[in-house]
């Protein structure tokens, strides 16, 4: 079976593959590009689909090759393929959602001008993400986590004449640079300090003491930034949500298991080098608890249902880097479980939403509402993907978030706990105040008598990403911890040195009746309607309009980034052109001056030039005739 692994580095070519032909052949195929991604993005499924099957054999073991590429004094620098557990799991969870997305998109933008272009973006996308997926060092996974900022960049701005759209694309692109600015400075530190970018190196070199352990909590915390802004945690969420400027399938296709997991999946491949500094590990637990409540926070007041789970997306990667950062071998095993499940019942919940934008032609769920009979199968996936993220069991969410909320409680860290249990009330209120908004109740927007069900191009991958979001979760249960147990066997399961004790029953419990209560709160509210919002946001209209405005976090930043930034801006503007372009256009203006000085005295005209030699033999005589007479301070 190694040798179905030996051939993993193909799985990265075919989209990459498709790219090239639809850039090349895009104005013929017009919207026949779907059929080249769908079919290189199947293949590259299959494929991964065979290389995690084979990783997952007993006795199977990482396969990692690779080359010289650059020789520098003693130091050479590889490029390559590696197959572990994490990446082979990761293989299969991007090309299937991608698969999909592609799947899906045919239908969604059929009839787009720019169809080519769009499978394009989509196609380079995939291929960039799985390149950073099997990269084995730090350097290879930063050139595809560029690549993957460029292609979400050029995704988020497809509808590129609208100007939300373009400052979207600019936001998400100078906001996750920020991060990573942070990932470049820790790379170049730990080749610095071990001499090289491989991971298997740089861990070797924490576990025989070559770094110092200021070095290894400084170097961790910057990585840490990078995945802090591909994972829009907090402080650098800010472009997450406006990334919803983008088409519905880039939503789902960023949101779900490409550029937003990017973060997560970075901090797990280099868990050794976090697990090296206790104070790094912090630094990811309390980022991603606060991040977790503070964006769901921010979901129980939005409006629009794709702003809605960008916030939700938001909030469950802030559950997924708690998971990392509080609770050891338990907490990266529910970290990584939750990043899987989540993969496909957020792609589900996107691709939903973009089902029901597509018929009823708005975002806002005020707008909405009565859609469970004409959309059936839009609003059964729908509900589904709402009892997963809300953690009802037997859903796939439940099995993750369970594990998340355990293994924090394992880890005695009870401050992170309660977090959690927050977040997770406020998850399943905000997602079935959407769920009966959207589909339940009498329609309240214009033109719902002709709302109809989507084509079969998309309702068929939302039924397959149905499936996944129901019984993905048993692949890892307290009773059959199947998934963790293969996740720990190898080296990164040897650096804990024990697994920590199982929750308290009371924490399962706990789990699902914040569930049930958030899930019946929602109910009272906005279906039955017997609790009015109103009387609940009467007595703090501020806390509403904090929650609804997100804190004001986007005008703070532009008072105190922006305009700062924009005056400085327009500083070196004037500069550049008063000072700069002046001292240049003044020299132009004397070379002028000497050039027409010159072409004047040069016309061609010989009275011109007797009168010259005249006034020059004139003026020859008289120095002469002053010299010889002395008339002069220097006369001899």
């Known amino acids: 079976m190694d040798s179905i692994m030996q051939y993993a580095w193909l799985i990265p070519l075919f989209p990459l593959f498709a790219f090239i032909v639809i850039v090349s052949f895009g104005r013929q195929l017009k919207e026949g590009a779907a059929y080249v991604g769908i079919l290189c993005t199947g293949i590259s499924f299959v494929l991964a689909a065979m290389t995690f099957w084979a990783r997952f054999q007993p006795g199977a073991t990482d396969v990692k090759t690779t080359v010289d590429w650059l020789e520098m004094l003693d130091k050479v620098v590889r490029m390559g393929f590696e197959v572990n557990q994490l990446n082979a799991m990761m293989l299969v969870i991007v090309t299937f959602v991608s698969l999909l997305v592609q799947i899906y998109s045919k239908g969604y933008m059929h009839g787009d001008e720019r169809f080519p272009v769009f499978y394009q973006y989509l196609s380079l996308f995939t291929f960039s993400m799985l390149g950073l997926v099997i990269s084995p060092n730090l350097l290879q996974v930063y050139i595809f986590w560029e690549l993957v900022g460029v292609c979400s960049f050029l995704l988020v701005g497809y509808y590129y004449f609208k100007p939300e759209a373009k400052a979207a694309a600019k936001k998400a692109f100078i906001v996750t640079r920020i991060g990573d600015v942070g990932l470049f400075i820790g790379i170049a530190l730990l080749f610095w300090g071990t001499g090289s970018f491989d991971y298997a190196d740089i861990f070797n070199a924490i576990a025989l003491g070559r770094l110092e352990p200021w070095m290894i909590t400084l170097t961790a915390v910057l990585i840490f930034i990078g995945a802090v802004g591909k994972s829009g945690q907090f402080p650098l969420h800010t472009w997450l949500p406006d990334a919803m400027e983008g088409p519905t399938p880039v939503s789902a296709l960023i949101h779900a298991a490409t550029m937003v997991a990017a973060g997560v999946y970075l901090v797990a491949a280099a868990y050794p080098l976090f697990l090296a500094s206790e104070t790094a590990l912090n630094v990811v637990a309390y980022v991603g608890g606060f991040t977790a409540i503070f964006a769901a926070s921010i979901g129980l007041t939005q409006r629009d249902i794709k702003r809605v789970l960008a916030y939700s997306t938001v909030s469950q990667l802030g559950y997924m880097m708690l998971a990392l950062g509080a609770a050891g071998a338990a907490g990266y095993v529910a970290g990584t479980f939750h990043l899987m499940t989540h993969a496909f019942f957020k792609a589900l919940l996107f691709l939903a939403a973009g089902s029901v934008i597509h018929a009823v032609h708005t975002q806002d769920v005020f707008e909405m509402g009565g859609l469970w009979k004409k959309m059936p199968v839009t609003g059964w996936v729908f509900l589904i993907g709402c009892l997963a993220i809300a953690g009802v069991p037997p859903f796939s969410g439940y099995w993750s978030k369970e594990e998340i909320l355990g293994a924090v409680y394992a880890a005695h860290r009870y401050d992170l706990l309660w977090v959690g249990i927050i977040a997770a009330f406020f998850t399943a209120f905000y997602m079935f105040r959407l769920f009966f908004l959207t589909f339940v109740g009498q329609p309240r927007g214009e033109g719902h008598h002709e709302v109809h069900e989507s084509p079969a191009v998309m309702t068929v991958p939302l039924v397959l990403l149905a499936v996944p979001a129901v019984i993905a979760g048993f692949v890892n249960t307290p009773y059959a911890p199947v998934l963790g147990e293969w996740l720990l066997d190898g080296s990164i399961g040897a650096l804990f040195k024990e697994t920590g004790e199982h929750a308290a029953a009371w924490v399962q419990v ?127």
């Open 510 to 636: 706990a789990a699902i009746l914040v569930s049930l209560l958030g899930i019946g709160l929602a109910y009272l509210m906005y279906a039955k309607r017997s609790v009015a919002p109103e009387a609940i946001v009467r007595p703090l209209p501020w806390l509403y309009q904090l929650s609804y405005r997100k804190y004001y976090i986007d005008e703070i930043y532009h008072a105190v980034f922006v305009r700062p930034l924009g005056w400085i801006g327009y500083g070196l503007q004037f500069f550049d052109r008063f000072v700069v372009d002046g001292l240049v256009g003044l020299t132009a203006k004397i070379a002028n001056f000497i050039g027409w000085l010159h072409a004047r005295l040069q016309n061609g005209q010989v009275q011109t030039y007797g009168v010259v030699v005249l006034l020059g033999m004139v003026l020859i005589l008289i120095g002469y005739s002053l010299t010889v007479q002395g008339g002069v301070p220097f006369a001899k």
